[in-house]
């Protein structure tokens, strides 16, 4: 205890020369590891919120789970598949479902759409409850009985749609036909030909995804098997599961209970951008944690200085019988005390950055002319998501507080391997 007392106390009387309170090179070496904790810590919490934020999103979108036949061919006999589902352990519910492409046709424009023909029937009744939200922030209601069609903002802004226009869509069945009849230089057989449906906009929904609201429509199932030529069969049965978070099992069920048929779930249909944040989170960690390397260096050339200036002290210890612990003791511990206070200040500045973040967004959008959140593609990142877990506090502290402790035990053992008789003479001789 007395020897851990003594090297504290050395440690802390480097740290605070005579003639200041403490030490220009003691200051630079804790902004620079405060820095760096700042740094990542900021942009990893705004990187984990907004990975957060968009898996919520796609799951107030998208069913937790599409049950369809291989190469998503039309599932003819789905009644069956739909009785199956529905009754497996950890499904709240399921709906058969319609989906495809078709050419949306309003004042002269035509623009490529997906559909997807709904069933909000009885049976049916909770699973589409989450489109009834996003219409809900919109205008309208999630009608889509007979003619109704719902779709999206960035759609009805960008066509100048209003609620009760009629639109008309034109099936992309008819494309093959159409083909044929050209290579064969002949008119397309009327009879092979899908009629376009004429539908009324009864809703328009906000899903602050201008990616989703410019090209996904909403119609009933009926006219969906119209317009993709499905006679009474379906392109899949959607399921709702009760926690979409762990899909592993539930996955495995339900591809016991309809193979041979495809299970796919919504972390498997969206697996390439969930892997590129991941990767572009793993990158955003190796780049910023140089920093705090940078800031190891510079601890590193601060204890290299401080054991040169402190060569003679060094050799009257070992000569009076210091162990080679007392003599790394107080480098190391200068080291420690500096990653300490750094890694504190570091995440405390963080912690304050994050809480004013969006206040700090305004002034930078004031200051340079520029705001970047005022565009509709970039609605989903008004509130600029922030969410700081305790494992990326853990590895980033932790981190931190390695670096700057394996910075210092260099020097500190260079120091404990100086010869005192040697360290005494230069110094008297200095």
Not at 233 to 255: C, F, N, T, W, Y
Request: aromatic share 8%; charged share 20%; glycine share 8%.
């Amino acid at each position: 205890m007395l020897k851990r007392s003594f090297s504290l106390f050395l440690s802390l009387r480097y740290l605070r020369p005579k003639r200041t309170f403490v030490s220009v090179i003691t200051i630079v070496s804790v902004l620079g590891v405060m820095l760096g904790v700042w740094a990542l810590t900021v942009v990893i919490a705004v990187m984990t919120g907004f990975n957060i934020d968009m898996r919520e999103s796609i799951l107030g979108f998208q069913p937790h789970v599409i049950v369809k036949q291989e190469k998503d061919d039309p599932m003819n006999d789905w009644e069956p598949v739909f009785e199956k589902v529905r009754t497996q352990a950890g499904v709240v519910d399921a709906a058969p479902f319609s989906y495809g492409q078709a050419v949306l046709d309003y004042d002269n424009r035509v623009w490529v759409v997906e559909l997807k023909g709904v069933k909000p029937g009885n049976e049916s009744g909770s699973i589409w409850k989450r489109y009834e939200t996003l219409v809900e922030k919109g205008q309208g209601s999630f009608d889509v009985e007979g003619d109704g069609v719902v779709i999206g903002r960035e759609l009805a802004n960008g066509f100048g749609i209003a609620l009760g226009d009629q639109l008309l869509l034109h099936s992309l069945v008819n494309g093959r036909e159409l083909l044929d009849a050209q290579s064969e230089s002949r008119d397309p057989k009327r009879d092979n030909l899908v009629e376009p449906a004429e539908l009324t906009v009864t809703g328009i929904y906000d899903a602050d995804r201008p990616d989703f609201e410019g090209k996904i429509l909403f119609v009933s199932f009926e006219i969906g098997q119209r317009l993709y030529d499905l006679g009474r069969g379906a392109s899949g049965i959607a399921v709702q599961v009760e926690d979409p978070h762990k899909m592993k099992a539930i996955k495995r069920s339900l591809a016991t209970a309809v193979s041979p048929l495809v299970v796919e779930t919504w972390t498997d249909r969206n697996k390439a951008l969930f892997d590129a944040v991941a990767l572009e989170r793993l990158n955003m960690y190796l780049l910023l944690f140089m920093i705090m390397v940078v800031a190891g260096f510079c601890i590193m050339n601060t204890m290299i200085t401080v054991t040169t200036q402190k060569r003679g002290e060094i050799g009257l210890m070992k000569a009076v019988g210091g162990t080679t612990s007392q003599v790394v003791g107080p480098f190391l511990y200068q080291g420690i005390i500096v990653g300490l206070v750094g890694t504190v200040g570091g995440l405390l500045l963080a912690f304050l950055t994050l809480l004013l973040r969006k206040s700090l967004a305004k002034l930078i959008a004031a200051v340079s002319g520029v705001d970047l959140f005022s565009s509709p593609a970039m609605r989903m990142l008004y509130e600029l998501p922030a969410k700081i877990t305790i494992v990326d506090i853990v590895v980033i502290s932790g981190g931190a507080f390695l670096c700057c402790a394996l910075a210092s035990l260099m020097p500190a053992y260079f120091a404990a391997r100086l010869d005192a008789a040697e360290a005494l003479r230069n110094e008297a001789v200095t």
